[in-house]
């Protein structure tokens, strides 16, 4: 039986390696965050970078459907958010940052596969 596994799971505006992982720069985050979702779960993201962020930009949407693909999550949408959709992240950081108005913001949503079988090992309960 699984157990502390994530039915669903958000992340809004991260940054550091979490932001790393989720733009499918770094393949650490990115396994961790596929080792959190339960079989079928899906994940949404919200996520900002802008040049000067100092991070690599936001791939093109088939070079980040591989970089999820690699970890056995398929990216669902990688599109603009709406403005309803940052609002909704009732996120402060987003209203430092003006996400949305000043900056652009991106929404994707990613989803683990039913069968649950990533190539990792699955947690016992």
Known sequence: MLCGLAESLTV???????L???LG???AVLAGVARLLAPGAR????VSVVPRDGVSPMPAGEALAAAYARH???LLEARA?????????GSSW?????AGTAR???FLSVQAPAGGRRGVSPRRG
Not at 82 to 89: D, G, H, I, L, R
Not at 94 to 98: D, E, G, N, Q, Y
Request: glycine fraction near 8%; avoid cysteine.
């Open 72 to 74: 056995g999550l398929a």
């Open 94 to 98: 987003a209203k430092r940052l003006r």
């Open 12 to 18: 809004n505006f991260p940054w550091g390696s979490l």
């Open 25 to 27: 720069h770094d393949d």
């Open 104 to 106: 652009p913001v991106a």
């Open 43 to 46: 994940a949404s993201v919200l």
């Open 20 to 22: 790393r992982g989720v």
């Open 81 to 89: 958010a709406t403005p309803a959709e940052v609002a909704a992240s």
